[in-house]
């Protein structure tokens, strides 16, 4: 591996900005991390430099352990978004630079800078300043300036930003170029997804510090992994659908797309589908349509860009009340079902559409995301509770970042926590921290919630998420959670192994670090979450309580697969209403086993 | 230098943009020229030319002689070996202090521009009375002082202190908008190329920041030259000794030569002129460089 990133952080004012994380880009690979700003990108890519320390972690070059090696010797190659040439210095003598340094003897020196300069198709500029030549020209000469020294690795930070489309487009295939030419091991940044699918080999996607997911860019873009990165590369429109065991359903409207991807667990349970504008076929009628009908609409708005056509559908009727795309409300009240459509020349001929034309919409193509966080129902015996919890900051930011909504429930059972629900409670329950909170969580889970959400009123976006669940059969279902939830907090993850006190203590380390390494190689293995671990002795819920209460901003994830755990083992967390947030994640002993053995 | 260079750069583009002529007519544009034409005139040109009529007023071969004196020469010497001292020291505290400013965050960070800021803000007659407060015979130091004999205040070391306290803000409040407005990145990226913190500093710095750093090299030299309140003192007025080329006018002047003190303070004027000139220079070379 030319470059190894293993489970880098760095905290700027206390908050991650780099997230735990692990990255291995392999000899000669063009990888380019992608991200919103903020994100972390290129804090990140400073650190493999050594512009910047890291506070955990390690950097490795070439097997080289570099945490500690200052940027002076890592030998690296640096581009930098505003070029940075030295400005009293003229095109030869900034590439001559990093050759002056090793004090390289003048011929050689002449000979390595018009090779350069060849390189970047700039033969003959020698003599100019930086200020003489044009913003594209001045970051060619930074390409080669980075290349002098024969770096192994290059890093560009956003080198096409300053620049306008053309020579954006120019430059890119001069980058290209140099790299298939060099085969240098290259890292470039960009929030642009457009440049990321023309130069990469390979993507990561980087959002609030952490490295979401990272793949080929085709893969990426067919099988997401998270909302994320479905709808921040390309378009997505994404749906709360059903998932059946016969397949996907959108409301009352089944699909049976003949290319659903299967998803294990057998009970039906909410799920988030990523249909792709172009995926989206439209038709005078359902019997027209060549592929699944998931619903009729209205075509709102109709934009001609040249090659597409790009629609935006009203749905009429079918899932309109499952749209959890971003134009939706979160307040519930305007679930207006918006989806975007592209259509290719041919498909505008051979069906044309007006604006306020009534459609019949089908889908080629739907990808299921593997998360088990859906939506958000908030859960409470009047309404004006409801109303309240729905405005939390906390999980108004959470379902801003998941592009999810926050249905509403009132349910008055929930007061006396009697009797059984009307319907099955879909998606993360939401309630509020009081005094029965112990009660209503059992409650919501024996009526069919899968997660509750426990916020009391003044809970605010966590800093460190405590992960902890009280036997095996809850593990897997919990790092799934935990994962899911920790993609849209910038939080650091920590899994409390708890071992009791009574039987032997030290005597039994060797198992418990063993169970620690297992759950973080997990963890990181099937779900991409990379988490510290932390081993403690005694009562499992009065050790979590005397974490929890250390410090201010945390949140406990806590993985159950037996009701009864809760008032035996956990009492303690529930006796008072707590300071700290709570996600509850219970699946019944039985369905763990299939999921496992289905895995 | 950032605030003239940008300011200059914003008009010149605004004078580009059409319609500017349109909302000021051309007597308003007249008037406002006349104003402050005159107003130079008899306040600024007025003066400059009665220093040089009256040490010409009795012939060049006086206006010569008044130099040969030995105090006059002493004093000229003194005023260069003082500037000689301050301005280097300048520089290096200069550089630091905006180094630190631009280029880090610490605790105290406000406090020390403020700090920078002082001798500005302070009369230079109170500059000088502190050091005669710290070093003098009833000062904090001065019985420590006479014990070892040493002497400060009434001496060169004196008027060394009270001038480099007065100058000192020159330097620093040049480069330190300059230095923010550059950034880092061209350091950084001689950092990458495997340059060390020397060759840093000497090949990609110092050549960065060179031109504000010249300006306010300028400013502090004349400064030094012409400081009068704060060195005048702690100097004692021992003639010969430690009177400085603006306190040695004041003596001659006190005396009723006034070809003497008018014929040093012409010398004095034009070392501000030159300066003024090398200043207008350097102005005029660093616009053409931020295109």
């Known amino acids: 591996m030319s470059i190894t990133l293993d489970q880098v952080t760095k905290r700027y004012q206390g908050s991650p900005v780099v997230n735990d994380v692990s990255l291995e880009v392999g000899e000669g690979e063009f990888f380019v991390l992608l991200g919103p700003s903020g994100s972390g990108k290129s804090t990140l890519l400073r ?71 060849r390189l970047v198709a700039l033969e003959g500029m020698d003599d100019r300043l930086p200020t003489q030549l044009s913003g594209g020209q001045q970051q060619r000469v930074a390409v080669a300036r980075a290349l002098a020294h024969k770096p192994e690795v290059l890093l560009l930070d956003e080198p096409f930003g300053a620049l306008d489309a053309k020579i954006r487009e120019e430059l890119r295939r001069t980058i290209r170029q140099v790299q298939r030419e060099l085969k240098i091991t290259t890292v470039l940044v960009t929030h ?88 989206i076929e439209l038709a005078p009628t359902r019997d027209n349509l060549r592929t699944n009908y998931i619903a009729t609409g209205v075509v709102e708005e109709l934009v001609f860009t040249g090659a597409l056509e790009r629609i935006r559908v009203r749905m009429t009727s079918g899932p309109s009340d499952a749209h959890i795309g971003s134009n ?28 306020g034309q009534s459609v019949a919409i089908g889908v080629r193509r ?28 906390f999980l108004i930011e959470l379902a801003g970042r998941m592009k999810t909504r926050i249905a509403k429930r009132i349910d008055p059972a929930l007061a006396t926590c009697q009797g059984n629900a009307q319907t099955r409670i879909s998606g993360v329950a939401v309630i509020a921290a009081q005094v029965k909170v112990a009660k209503q969580v059992e409650w919501l889970l024996w009526n069919g919630a899968a997660e509750v959400m426990v916020l009391p009123s003044q809970a605010v976006s966590p800093q460190r998420v405590l992960i902890h669940w009280a036997d095996d059969a809850a593990r897997r ?56 671990t932390e081993l403690r002795f005694g009562a499992a819920a009065e050790e979590l309580q005397r974490q929890l209460n250390e410090q201010v901003d945390q949140m406990l994830i806590l993985g159950i697969s037996d009701l009864s ?12 209403p707590a300071a700290y947030s709570m996600m509850i994640v219970y699946r019944p002993a039985r369905e763990s086993d299939e999921q496992a053995a289905s895995a | 230098m950032a605030g003239p260079g940008n300011s200059q750069e914003l008009l010149a583009e605004i004078a580009s943009r059409p319609g500017r002529d349109t909302v000021v007519s051309f007597v308003v544009k007249a008037a406002f020229i006349t104003t402050s034409l005159l107003f130079l005139a008899a306040l600024l040109f007025a003066p400059l030319i009665t220093v040089f009529a009256t040490a010409l007023e009795k012939g060049f071969e006086i206006y010569f002689n008044s130099f040969k004196d030995s105090d006059t020469l002493a004093a000229i010497r003194l005023t260069l070996t003082v500037a000689a001292i301050v301005v280097p020291v300048n520089v290096v505290f200069g550089i630091a202090a905006a180094w630190s400013i631009a280029k880090f965050e610490f605790k105290g960070k406000s406090f020390l521009i403020t700090m920078i800021d002082l ?33 400060i205040i009434f001496a060169v070391p004196g008027i060394v202190l009270a001038t480099m306290f007065v100058t000192f803000p020159y330097v620093a409040r040049e480069l330190i908008p300059l230095m923010q407005q550059l950034g880092n990145d061209e350091e950084e ?103």
């Open chain 1, 47 to 117: 650190a493999i430099a050594g512009l910047t320390g890291v506070d955990h972690g390690r950097v490795a070059l070439h097997g080289n352990d570099v945490t500690h090696v200052s940027a002076r010797h890592r030998g690296v190659g640096f581009v930098f978004q505003n070029y940075a040439l030295f400005r009293h210095m003229t095109v030869g003598e900034n590439i001559e630079f990093a050759l002056r340094v090793r004090r390289m003897r003048t011929e050689d020196r002449r000979q390595r800078r018009k090779e350069l300069l």
């Open chain 1, 192 to 279: 642009d997804q457009e440049e990321a699918f023309a130069l990469a080999d390979r993507i990561g996607v980087m959002n609030l510090g952490r490295l979401l997911e990272s793949g080929r860019p085709d893969e990426l873009y067919d099988r997401p992994a998270t909302r994320f990165v479905a709808t921040f590369l390309g378009a997505a429109n994404l749906l709360l659908a059903k998932q059946t065991e016969q397949g996907i359903r959108f409301g009352a409207t089944p699909v049976n797309a003949r290319r659903i991807e299967k998803l294990e667990g057998g009970r039906e349970h909410e799920v988030v589908a990523v249909l792709r504008p172009e995926e």
């Open chain 1, 328 to 355: 939706s409300h979160v307040d519930g009240h305007n679930t207006a079902a918006i989806l975007d459509v592209t259509r290719t020349q041919h498909e505008q001929r051979v069906f044309p559409v007006v604006f």
């Open chain 1, 366 to 393: 739907i990808h299921v995301l593997p998360t088990p966080l859906s939506s958000y129902t908030v859960c409470a015996a009047e309404t004006a509770a409801a109303e309240r919890l729905s405005q939390h900051p």
């Open chain 1, 477 to 532: 279902s919990t790092l799934a959670v935990a994962a899911s939830l920790l993609r849209h907090v910038p939080a650091e993850a920590v899994y409390v192994g708890i071992l009791p006190e009574s039987r032997g203590g030290e005597g039994q380390r060797p198992l418990g670090v063993r169970t620690l390494l297992d759950a973080r190689s997990e963890a990181q293995a099937v779900h991409g979450l990379e988490m510290r």
């Open chain 1, 565 to 576: 755990q809760l008032s035996r083992e956990f009492a303690p967390l529930f006796a008072a």
């Open chain 2, 119 to 151: 001798p500005i803000a302070v009369s230079p007659v109170i500059s000088g009375l502190i050091y005669v407060l710290l070093f003098g015979m009833q000062g904090w130091f001065g019985l420590w002082l006479q014990e070892h004999d040493i002497s």
């Open chain 2, 189 to 291: 990226a001689a950092i990458t190329l495997g340059a060390g913190g020397l060759m840093t500093f000497f090949h990609v710095t110092l050549p960065k920041i060179r031109w504000g750093l010249l300006y306010g090299v300028i400013l502090s030299n004349a400064r030094a030259m012409g400081e009068f309140g704060a060195v005048s003192v702690v100097s004692g007025h021992v003639r010969g000794v430690t009177t400085t080329m603006p306190l040695h006018i004041e003596i001659l002047y006190q005396e009723y030569n006034f070809v003497g003190a008018f014929a040093v303070a012409s010398l004095l004027t034009l070392l501000a002129v030159v300066t003024l000139i090398i200043k207008t220079l350097v102005e005029w070379r660093t616009g053409y460089k931020r295109k």
